[in-house]
């Protein structure tokens, strides 16, 4: 199976007053140019291109932060991290993420008032990060959400809630897409309401805390004991 029909699925949706498409649409007070939509979608499908085939852990969570897809692309990923990646005048581009380019698409002020230097920086995302390149290889995982778009309260893109369970449903199309990407990978639930959308589409997967809200290190300890149970069947 190639990318395109997943990339179809999750370029479809419109966005609204409540829900952002950060891969289809731009965001007029916090975009830094009218060119972010595609430099995310970039980003995406080479982060994803570059694990078909390898990834042989799906870490699934429940919807994207503002802190993180809607700017850089990638499922529990900041933007920030990845434009270091891409190296400095200090220190050599590395490949954790994806090679190639990497683009900043966050503007330099937000619409909250804060000031963004240095691109936008979600704490779970580098929880995350820090715990699955503690115990393997980047590209030996994928990360991705049970809805795929980023749900905000109305009018207010930077904020984050909880998506709907109508719109949990509206997105399990786009959800098994992903996830027939790669039928060879151990599948993992980060918090409740992902387990529960993964056991509505009659799929199991391990469950495991999701880091925010003081949960890191239950997740850390969770994910090494699941990764050390699969190398000592």
Same mark, same amino acid.
């Given at each position: ?89 200090? *220190?050599?581009?590395? =490949? ?11 503007? @330099? %002020?937000? &619409?909250? #008032? ?65 996830? *027939?990407?790669?039928? =060879? ?11 529960? @959308? %993964?056991? &509505?589409? #009659? ?31």
């Amino acid at each position: 199976m190639t990318l395109t029909p997943f990339l179809d699925l999750l370029h479809a949706r419109i966005s609204s007053s409540t829900v952002f498409n950060p891969w289809r649409d731009t965001d007029p007070l916090n975009d830094a140019s009218p060119a972010a939509p595609q430099h995310r979608l970039s980003h995406l499908t080479r982060y994803l291109e570059e694990r078909r085939n390898r990834a042989h852990w799906i870490l699934i969570a429940e919807a994207p932060g503002y802190q993180g897809a809607k700017f850089s692309g990638c499922a529990m990923t900041s933007e920030r991290r990845l434009l270091e990646d891409a190296g400095s005048q200090n *220190a050599a581009p590395t =490949q954790r993420f994806f090679s190639g380019k990497k683009f900043r698409t966050s503007g @330099t %002020l937000l &619409s909250n #008032g804060r000031q963004n230097p240095a691109g936008a920086l979600e704490p779970t995302a580098t929880m995350v990060w820090n715990t699955m390149l503690g115990l393997g290889h980047s590209h030996d995982f994928v990360l991705w959400n049970a809805f795929a778009w980023h749900p905000h309260h109305p009018l207010s893109p930077l904020t984050n809630r909880t998506p709907t369970d109508a719109e949990l449903e509206s997105g399990k199309e786009t959800l098994r897409a992903f996830l *027939a990407l790669f039928p =060879q990978g151990h599948l993992v639930a980060i918090g409740r309401k992902s387990q529960a @959308t %993964l056991a &509505s589409l #009659g799929i199991s997967a391990h469950p495991v805390r999701h880091p925010a809200n003081g949960g890191g290190r239950l997740f850390h300890q969770q994910m090494r004991e699941l990764l050390a149970a699969s190398a000592n069947p």
